[in-house]
Nanobody, 113 residues
């Protein structure tokens, strides 16, 4: 299983980014898909998840600002991030419920003026 995240970058506070993750390999039933992030010196934390039926759940810190979506036919998951704050700065990773031990290289998001 390979996970490739993309879409990160440097953005000013209040700005927006859209992250993408493509899953490939020997995948049989992805199940829920999720985004996690890890800031320097901190543990990896859950940002958002979306079930196979497109039910979404969010960390309190991103509710109302981030939107997770998926394209199950393409094995892709997306994270639209609006009203970004400096505390959103982190490396963002995607993960699959049924393949929890697989991680990609992540994509760096930096929110700074």
């Amino acid at each position: 299983v390979q996970l490739v995240e993309s879409g990160g970058g440097l953005v000013q506070p209040g700005g927006s980014l859209r992250l993408s993750c493509a899953a490939s390999g020997s995948i049989f039933g992805i199940g829920a898909m999720g985004w996690y992030r890890q800031a320097p010196g901190k543990q990896r934390e859950l940002v958002a998840t979306i079930t196979s039926g497109s039910f979404a759940n969010y960390a309190d810190s991103v509710k109302g600002r981030f939107t997770i979506s998926r394209d199950s036919a393409k094995n892709k998951v997306y994270l639209a991030m609006n009203s970004l704050k400096p505390e959103d700065t982190a490396i963002y990773y995607c993960n699959l419920e049924n393949y929890p031990n697989y991680w990609g290289q992540g994509t760096q998001v930096t929110v700074s003026s």
